[in-house]
């Protein structure tokens, strides 16, 4: 008997050596609100994913889409439930929102290394995760909008390239028409759709300081642009769908038929026109310059850790790895910028569209960072609306804005 | 007067001929649409004018949505929810609607018209108060939460479609096994139920299919990707930058599929449910 004791205890301390490392295998939950057959989702789930499984084999990542249009709603019921995820890939307009409700663990104060990781981006993306004096996530990818084009397009239209100014993009828009075909399409009046041109034709959105819209949004050099655009969609030179974006020919489709043959966009729709359409070739060009420049709006999402993540270190080493060189170089093959400044050396060599992109990023600017953006962007897009239909002018239509807009920034 | 009186009679016909075609046309076109979509190629899925007929037909959309992501698993979730639901759904209502309806008991008008207004109540307002006792239920993030709140969502109308029915079905019947010793369980089961088949297919076609639709709610508690039902796995199809239509539509008439059988099934009894519903109601 007294012989067998030491093998029960070693058998003991087997079995609980075993429970910890049983234990020790932590899971992280990962939000996004990638596609189901989009091309980053394949990225993440077959390449990174594993790399870095493979890497920490005592954390099991779990990846669950949301319908992009659904996954707000889905944050602010888990925020009320206390169900959130550890880490969530979320667009940029929501992290101030999100960081408000309190929700967001702050990483500059939780992450010891965050000053290298934040020094390592570039600080516009940054600069979306800070609210009230903390950064409350890392940004994960960037974008911009940049004029996009089916260059045998234009040569049917007789045209050498796409318009660099707006003067070129008024006359071309009207030599296209004469033969059939919308020069510029837009989908919408949102912030992401008007602003380029807003900025572009050197008005603003608001001051500096982001607190008053009177004066800005509806100042005679954003009534200008903004009046451009309306003149172009009532000579018939640019289609219906700036007002009703389903009522229509998307833009996609539009260019790949023929019968438009630009729009601006981010860099997915090279990965999602390509792999859909492999023959057609489309370009990237800066944004016709107006008066104020060639300014595009910055897009692109952030990764933010929640308070409630009980896995922080876990969800901390994920994180770090999706800034890595090699997490950011496998999506950018799937059409998602990197954001780290390194990126800048190697990335066109990716695809070339990305040295226009990066052209372009380095002098737009970003929406107002506010948790009420969602709200000033539904005013956006409703009085601007108007303006296009006609029940308004631009200038009404602005200046109605821009009152509501001033009530949200109070 | 009898000519008139029948051309009289032709007109009517006449009109409501053309009526009913132009309803069946509205009703089919959006269908159609659907089912034409899923077999176009990706690109030209919204075309103007629109094309019924594929110049180029494939079933490139159907090989991809049943293959991508886990769908087969997504259709096999909605399955098992739904019939679930269904039947959860159909013992409880019926068994209170037989109590309803043949039992006198304290507070039984109270309770019906608690049953009748807690209809009204919109579902989007009962969406986080719901969150929050699922999450107490421990029933987050599990298909039987769907069951449940399914089940719960559908007691209401259930009922109160069944109590109709039962309350004309001749009490004669029960007396009659009364004498013959037969306790309420028996008469519920033996009797009532066999003789309100119609209003039960009526009541299991709703149910199915609202259990088989129901999106907010799965969105709302489900987390865990492989517990996903098939409203969740279509709108995946749908991004952030574009929208593949065609897979969309196609992973639509695969979800359409059991729907129809369901109905094809239950259809004869369920055209008389409706107007067995529609005398009380």
Known sequence: ?410 | MVVGDRNQRRALMALRLILLTAGVVVMLLPFAYMVSTSFKPNAMVLEIPVKFFPQHPTVANYVTAWTSNRFARYFLNSVVVAIGTTLAALLLSSMMAYAFARFRFPGRSILFGLILIALMVPTMMMLIPQFLLARDLHLLNSLWGLVAFYTGGNLGFNTFLLHSFFQDIPSELEEAMVVDGAGPWTRYWRLILPLARPALATAAIFTFLGAWDEFTWALTIINDPSKYTLPIAIALFQGQHSTSWGLVFAASVIAIAPVLVIFAIFQRQFVAGIAAGAVKA
């Open chain 1, 1 to 410: 008997m007294r012989n067998r004791r030491p093998f029960i205890w070693l058998a003991l301390a087997a079995l609980l050596a075993g429970l910890a490392t049983a234990q020790a295998n932590t899971t992280v939950t990962f939000w996004t609100a990638y596609s189901s057959d989009g091309p980053e989702v394949k990225q993440l789930e077959t390449v990174i994913i594993p790399a870095f499984e493979k890497a920490h084999p005592d954390i099991t990542v779990k990846h669950v889409a949301i319908p992009y249009n659904d996954l707000h709603q889905k944050l602010v019921t888990a925020v009320a439930g206390g169900q959130l995820p550890d880490l969530v890939r979320s667009d940029i307009i929501w992290v101030p929102e999100l960081a408000n409700l309190g929700v967001l663990a702050p990483l500059d104060t939780s992450m010891s290394d965050f000053k290298s990781l934040a020094d390592s981006v570039f600080p516009g993306p940054l600069a979306t995760n800070y609210w009230k004096g903390h950064y409350y996530g890392l940004p994960l990818d960037t974008n911009t909008r940049i004029w996009v084009y089916d260059p045998a397009t234009l040569t049917k239209l007789g045209m050498s390239g796409p318009p660099k100014t707006f003067d070129e993009l008024k006359s071309m828009a009207a030599a296209a028409k004469a033969k059939g075909v919308y020069l510029y399409a837009e989908g919408g009046t949102g912030g992401w759709n008007i602003l380029p041109w807003i900025w572009s034709g050197g008005g603003s959105l608001t001051n500096d300081t982001y607190t008053k819209a009177s004066g800005y949004l509806d100042g005679p050099k954003s009534v200008a642009a903004v009046q451009m655009l309306v003149d172009l969609y009532k000579a018939d030179e640019m289609p219906n769908i700036i007002v009703n974006p389903n009522g229509g020919l998307g833009t996609y489709d539009g260019i790949f038929q023929g019968k438009y043959a630009s729009t601006l966009d981010g860099p997915w729709m090279f990965a999602i026109f390509g792999g859909a359409h492999p023959d057609t070739k489309l370009e990237g060009s800066l944004i016709p310059a107006g008066p104020g420049g060639s300014i595009s709006v910055v897009g692109g999402e952030d990764i933010v850790m929640t308070q409630q993540s009980k896995n922080k270190a876990a969800a901390e080493a994920f994180l770090r790895f999706l800034l890595s060189d090699e997490a950011q170089r496998a999506m950018a093959q799937a059409g998602q910028m990197p954001v780290l400044k390194s990126a800048d050396s190697w990335l066109p060599s990716i695809h070339d569209y990305y040295a226009t992109y990066l052209k372009q990023i380095a002098t737009a600017r970003p929406r107002t960072p506010t948790p009420k953006w969602p709200q000033i962007d539904q005013v956006l897009n409703t009085e601007i609306a108007k303006a296009f239909q006609g029940s308004e002018t631009v200038q009404q239509a602005l200046t109605n804005a821009a009152h509501q807009i001033d009530a949200l920034l109070q």
